[in-house]
Nanobody
């Protein structure tokens, strides 16, 4: 059974830091790009970051560049999103997802349940 479990969300002060984890199982983690997405109340879901399985290339939406860092640990089948200096507008439910075709495929094969991040100003 494929599972993607996002965790690490919670309440964080603006300017603080938080690390989200995405634990994967049921598929070959090494062969999949991992993406982080978020959906704020009343807004569309947006892609936040992605890490390629082939060469480790990383991608970020402009609004988080320089503040968030995506990484993965293939030994642990886990991806991370380090959120530094979060802003109030980063408040959202964060989801991780996996895709066999890479970060630019336009779709994700597997999705996990989200974890809520609330940034207090």
């Amino acid at each position: 059974e494929v599972q993607l479990q996002a965790s690490g969300g919670g309440l964080v002060q603006a300017g603080g830091s938080l690390r989200l984890s995405c634990a994967a199982s049921g598929f070959t983690f090494d062969d999949y790009a991992i993406g982080w997405f978020r959906q704020a109340p009343g807004k569309e879901r947006e892609g936040v970051s992605c890490i390629s399985s082939s060469d480790g290339s990383t991608y970020y939406v402009d609004s988080v560049k320089g503040r968030f860092t995506i990484s993965s640990d293939k030994d642990k089948n886990t991806a991370y999103l380090q959120m530094n200096s979060p802003k109030f507008e980063d408040t959202a439910v964060y989801y991780c997802a996996a895709d066999s075709l890479g970060c630019s495929s336009g779709g994700m094969d597997y999705w996990g349940k989200g974890t809520l991040v609330t940034v207090s100003s």
